[in-house]
Nanobody, 121 residues
Framework: QVQLVESGGGLVQAGGSLRLSCAPS????????MGWYRQAPGKQRELVAT???????NYADSVKGRFTISTDNAKSTLYLQMTSLKGEDTAVYYC???????????????WGQGTQVTVSS
């Protein structure tokens, strides 16, 4: 089965930028929706941003104007460009994909292992 692998997390100062990547372990031909979620210590996992297979983005109010979600259709890689980072953005960020078309058929509800983002103030 195709797995999702996140990268790009790290430690950054408040006001700085990071770009997260989510690369599939195999070829993805289509997808219904892909997105980024995050979970801070002691809090529930929350939606950050999603993008549909037709390219329509959606953002949580807390990140609108600061984060940009995009895909590289040729490689099926998902990105999250994060700017003007704040301390409250500190969390583990997870990549998610639903109804993805692979060489072995459709997969549903696929999650990555997560990447830590820490914003120091």
């Amino acid at each position: 089965q195709v797995q999702l692998v996140e990268s790009g997390g790290g430690l950054v100062q408040a006001g700085g930028s990071l770009r997260l990547s989510c690369a599939p372990s195999g070829r993805i031909f289509t997808f219904n929706i892909m997105g980024w979620y995050r979970q801070a210590p002691g809090k529930q996992r929350e939606l950050v941003a999603t993008i549909t297979g037709t390219g329509s983005p959606n953002y949580a109010d807390s990140v609108k104007g600061r984060f940009t979600i995009s895909t590289d259709n040729a490689k099926s890689t998902l990105y999250l460009q994060m700017t003007s980072l704040k301390g409250e953005d500190t969390a583990v960020y997870y990549c998610h994909a639903d109804r993805i078309g692979t060489v072995r058929g459709l997969q549903y509800e696929v999650w990555g292992q997560g990447t830590q983002v820490t914003v120091s103030s």
